[in-house]
């Protein structure tokens, strides 16, 4: 049974650079034909996704938030993390971790699907 | 990208109903990669329909999930108390993926 949880900082200051992690039990973040992802979901914005890691370190982040993003990878602790800078108000919500499913479009390139599980989620308030 | 528009905003039935949900894009979504998700206060979100029409393991059959190009629909049939809750459809035929604003199921 796949189970993800989310850990780091709930408060951050506004400027200054968030940063999760999500322990993945279950199954390998190296294992090929899953994608390693985050979302956030807030009252204003909705669910949002934010991007994902595949294997051997490859990632893919969505356009609106590409600039601040870093998605990585420790496979010795079967973990992956979320940073994302130049943080504002607009940044609060509850962060969630998924295992995404990949396929490959007509061209080769891998694309995120569905999520499934997904981690209980943290929330994180961009507040001074 | 692609806006997902999920009506009605609020669906109110008893137990036992049938519950139709809508979901509309703004475009044609490629190879109808829809998916829909439950999620109930408190909790992270849960697959339950994916590629418009398959249903997630462990998911009761009396969800079910249709529709094509731009429409989709998820049916829950004869509904059991569990499934009262917030769902939301998801597309991932276009980039980058995108969420539908949710439909919110209660107790009538």
């Known amino acids: 049974q796949v189970q993800l949880q989310e850990s780091g900082s709930g408060l951050v200051k506004p400027s200054q650079t968030l940063s999760l992690t999500c322990t993945v039990s279950?199954?390998?973040?190296?294992?090929?034909?899953?994608?390693w992802s985050w979302m956030r979901q807030s009252p204003g914005k909705g669910l949002e996704w934010i991007g994902y890691l595949y294997t051997r370190g490859s990632t893919s982040y969505n356009p609106s938030l590409k600039t601040r993003v870093t998605i990585s990878g420790d496979r010795s602790k079967n973990q992956f993390s979320l940073k994302l800078t130049s943080l504002t108000a607009a940044d609060t919500a509850v962060y969630y971790c998924?295992?995404?499913?990949?396929?490959?479009?007509?061209?080769?390139?891998?694309?995120?699907?569905?999520?499934?599980?997904w981690g209980q989620g943290i929330l994180v308030t961009v507040s001074s | 990208e692609v806006v997902l528009t999920q009506s009605p905003d609020t669906l109110s039935l008893s137990p036992g109903e049938r519950a139709t949900l809508s979901c509309g894009a703004s475009q044609s979504v490629t190879n109808n990669y829809v998916a829909w998700y439950q999620q109930r206060p408190g909790l992270a979100p849960r697959l339950v329909i994916y590629?418009?029409?398959s249903r997630a393991p462990g998911i009761p059959d009396r969800f079910s999930g249709s529709g094509s190009g731009t429409d989709y629909t998820l049916t829950i049939t004869r509904l059991a108390p569990e499934d009262f809750a917030v769902y939301y459809c998801?597309?991932?035929?276009?980039?980058?993926?995108?969420f539908g604003q949710g439909t919110r199921l209660d107790i009538k």
């Open positions: 998924a295992r995404q499913g990949i396929f490959y479009d007509t061209v080769g390139f891998h694309k995120g699907s569905w999520l499934d599980p």
């Open positions: 590629d418009a029409s």
């Open positions: 998801q597309q991932y035929g276009n980039s980058p993926i995108t």
């Open positions: 279950g199954a390998s973040i190296g294992v090929v034909g899953y994608a």
